[in-house]
C-alpha cells in the first residue's frame, strides 16, 4: 500500500491542523494505521493511532485532549486534527499503516507497522 500525507504548513501557536493520508488500494478497512513525528535531532515517536475499523483509538500523553485520529473507511484516508497547537509540535509527521486483516489493534512502536508515507512539515510559531 502507498501513503500520501498532507495538508501540513506554519501556523501560530494555539492554531489548528488537519493532516490528511490517502492511500492506494482497495483493502484500507484492512489495516491500522497510525501517526507519527520527528523533531529535528529526536527521535521518530508515537503521536496517535487507530484500529481498522476506528473503534478504537490510542494517543500519546502529549497530544492527548488536542489531536484527533480518525479514518472514514469509504474515504481511505486518516487524518489528525490538531487543535491547540504548540511550539513543541513542531516536526514532520509520518502516516503508518500495519496489515492487520482480524484484528482490532491499535499500534505504538515504529516497529510495528508495515508502511510508511513521505511525511508533511508542521511548523507552530510562538
Known amino acids: 500500500v502507498q501513503l500520501q500525507a498532507s495538508g501540513g504548513g506554519l501556523v501560530q501557536a494555539g492554531g489548528s491542523l488537519w493532516l490528511s493520508c490517502t492511500t492506494s488500494g482497495r483493502t484500507f478497512s484492512m489495516y491500522s494505521m497510525g501517526w507519527f513525528r520527528q523533531a529535528p535531532g529526536k527521535e521518530r515517536e508515537f503521536v496517535a493511532a487507530i484500529s481498522r475499523s476506528g473503534s478504537s483509538t490510542y494517543y500519546a500523553d502529549s497530544v492527548k485532549g488536542r489531536f484527533t485520529i480518525s479514518r472514514p473507511n469509504a474515504k481511505n484516508t486518516v487524518y489528525l486534527q490538531m487543535n491547540s497547537l504548540i511550539p513543541e509540535d513542531t516536526a514532520v509527521y509520518y502516516c503508518?499503516?500495519?496489515?492487520?486483516?482480524?484484528?482490532?489493534?491499535?499500534?505504538?512502536?515504529?516497529?510495528?507497522?508495515?508502511?510508511w508515507g513521505q511525511g508533511t512539515q508542521v511548523t507552530v510559531s510562538s
Open positions: 503508518a499503516a500495519r496489515f492487520s486483516p482480524r484484528a482490532e489493534t491499535v499500534e505504538v512502536t515504529t516497529g510495528q507497522y508495515n508502511y
